[in-house]
């Protein structure tokens, strides 16, 4: 079939009619008023050769005037990839060879700069690609538009949004022209501009019934003409909207708090990684006295926080508790959420203790006791700590009886159940505390830049004493220079695990390290024993240092030097301001440089039973393929652990399930902004917040790290691949542990969420580089090679 009535197009027929032609049959379908029209299929572009006389038959009959010739090609108008502008439309064509010309352009088009762009973006194969175009009788628009069956700007889908300007819907969707803008939220909206009450009214009736008919928000080109006559002319996904919280059937909204960046997480997290980080987070917040509910929103850790909200014992210091992880864009949402009247106390549950149990009021109690404990004796606390992880490694280890996949996943089952010794947890909380409350205790006193000074070259670090460690093992690598600057990271990995690369002790340090990686607490991704490539990648970065007082042992010791120097003058100067205060914040900074330190070691630890996990699983994994319940092992981690509990006993075939949870894993990885808290209904509170005032040409952020630098940016979105010239200043959405090496040759650090006592910010301190995080669309607005200047003091990354 190469050329066919718009009418026969359906959504399961877009390898022939593509994308577009779909939408507009199904809405044909559904009894919607759609322009009469054809399509000129991809049977007709794979043969090479436009079949005029059909097309000139079609064309006969749809009454020979003007018609809108517009691209359809099988990449288009997707649920992640609408293709908007990518290729080309031609409107108001008349006649036979104009109309053959407009179809040539459009075929064309498939394949021009913009359009292989947009594709290679999304990870679009061109060869799979191919192009229909739809012919329809043009609509003399009177008024014509946009309807956005949601909230495109924050994602709310009870409210619809109108963009509408006098004449033909190119003015609009080109951008070409002012535009009335409406908000639909379901009140009665004012008649003004150049649409109607009853107009706004038809519009929305319109958009409700094609998400109902499509699944899922839309955005719809319409166009009424002279008669008042309302036309349809596209309906396609919107793409760029963030998935809704898990429906919970509340008549009130539910606020979620993204828990990802905490651990330097924006990319999703596989199913496997999911199910049991799940566990992990809900065990380490009983282990606060918090109990809330993990959830998984696109991928990615969510904490729903609506009871701690609306509960008047919580409620009250939940922004406080937000400063040390969360950090302020957290903070500032949840302002927001308790200032919400629906969010009062008492709303959708009565009050009282709601949960609060025996258990959780132990685990407080034992959490006090452990952190005055370790304010008290913080060498004997570190002693206990160390002794703890060492335990912890060591049962962490599988017994080498295991052997059938069964008892493989009992053994994950267990230890996904377990939980940290009291020892791990308390120095880490009281270290945190001692950190956090001095610039409290010493407001107007001291300036916080001071305090963060302070808490500069921190010892007791194991991240640290990881990236010194791959330091020292770079300088002595030296005889091998060029083998490791100028061989790609994955031939080098290769090498290695060939045995055929020189030794340069990489062995010895993948002992200690090996069970790390980036955005390491999820169980799905690989292990740097694994996969040693990124480490060359920081190698080579390392090799880039050439001078002396750049060396990163150098810059950790004077930042260690400046702190204790700072923490000196700083004490007295508060004694003689403020002498009860002073002494107070004196002893708990002091405390803090004995035990903020320790922050990475309760992840460093837990790292021991993921990695076992994973290899467990991954064995586990092997025996499904062998019995042709999966495709390749690793495809293990695109289930949960109740779905591989029913492929090993009762012979389930997830392969269909895997792929489909890939797909949606593939997709969610390209996406760059997540929301930091969401209402039930997909709203994005941080879009809420009115825009802070900047001088121009400055972004705001928070200082965390003090200091200020100038120097050429680097974007980085994986540091496994990150080219960092000494000096560059790192700009990234967020960092982890596995990032950390990077900072060691970086003048200075951007982030786009964050919290001053987070990983990023706390070695950025330690090394004395300037840090500001929480700067909105930075990797967006800053781009490679610009000039850049971080100012800590005043929170702002000035572009040059």
Sequence with gaps: MRVIPLSEASADMIDLVGGKAAGLGELIRGGERVPPGFCVTTEAYQSGVIPQAEIVDAYARLGAGPVAVRSSATAEDLPDASFAGQQDSVLNVTGTAELIAAIEKCWGSLHNARAVAYRDAHHIDHDTVRMAVVVQRMVAAQVSGVLFTANPLTGCRTEMMVDAAPGPGTAVVDGQADVDHYLLNGSDQDGTGCLARAQLAELRAVGERLQRHF?????????????????????????????????????????????????????????????TLKSLVAAMLAALGIRAEIVDIGGRLYGDLTDLARRRSTRKRLVKLMAVDFGPRAQAVMQQVLADPRFAPGKDRPEGRHGSNRASLWAAVRLVVGVVRALARPDAARTRMFDAIEQLKLRSAAPDSLRAAAERLRFVRAQEAASSPPDIVSPIVAGMLAAALPAHLLKGVVREDEIHAVLGGMPHNVTIEMDLALWRLTQRAGDHRQLLLHTPPDELAARYRQGTLPDIGLAAFLDTYGHRGVAEVDLGVP??????????????????????????????????????????????????????????????????????????????????????????????????????????????????????????????????????????????????????????????????????????????????????????????????????????????????????????????????????????????????????????????????????????????????
């Design 215 to 275: 699944g899922c928000p839309q955005d719809v080109e319409w166009a009424i003409d002279e008669d008042g006559t309302m036309w349809l002319l596209q309906s396609r996904p919107i793409t760029t909207l963030f998935p809704l919280p898990p429906d919970t059937d509340k008549p009130l909204p539910r606020v979620y708090l993204e828990f990802g960046h905490v651990q330097g997480m924006v990319q999703p997290v596989t199913p496997m990684g999911m199910s």
């Design 527 to 800: 292990r740097w024993n694994e996969d040693p490539a990124p480490i060359f990648t920081m190698i080579a970065n390392y090799l880039r240092v050439t001078d002396p007082e750049q060396a990163p042992d150098r810059r950790f010791a004077r930042a260690a030097a400046t702190a204790e120097a700072t923490l000196h003058e700083l004490g007295a100067r508060a004694r003689r301001r403020r002498p009860v205060r002073g002494r107070l914040a004196g002893f708990l900074l002091r405390r803090a440089r004995a035990l903020a330190g320790l922050r990475e070691a309760g992840k460093f630890a837990g790292l021991y039973r993921l990695q076992e996990m994973r290899r467990q699983l991954l064995s586990v994994g092997i025996d499904l393929t062998g019995s042709g319940l999966l495709d390749q092992p690793g495809d293990i981690m695109f289930l949960t652990l109740d779905e591989v509990h029913d492929a090993v006993h009762q012979n389930v075939d997830h392969r269909r399930t895997v792929a489909s949870r890939r797909a949606v894993h593939q997709r969610e990885s390209r996406r760059r902004a997540v929301p930091v808290a969401l209402l039930s209904d997909g709203t994005d509170l941080e879009a809420m917040l009115p825009a802070p005032a900047t001088a121009a040409g400055a972004l705001t952020g928070v200082g965390a790290a003090a200091g200020r630098a100038t120097g050429p940016a680097r974007v980085v979105h994986d540091p496994g691949t990150a080219h960092i010239e000494p000096g560059d200043v790192l700009v990234t959405a967020t960092t982890d542990p596995g990032w950390t090496p990077l900072f060691l040759t970086a003048g200075a650090l951007v982030t786009e969420t964050g919290a001053v006592m987070a990983h990023g910010p706390t070695v950025a301190r330690e090394y004395g580089i300037p840090a500001v995080i929480c700067v909105p669309d930075a990797t967006r607005k800053i781009s490679t090679g610009q000039i850049i200047t971080v100012d800590a003091a005043a929170g702002t990354v000035t572009i040059h």
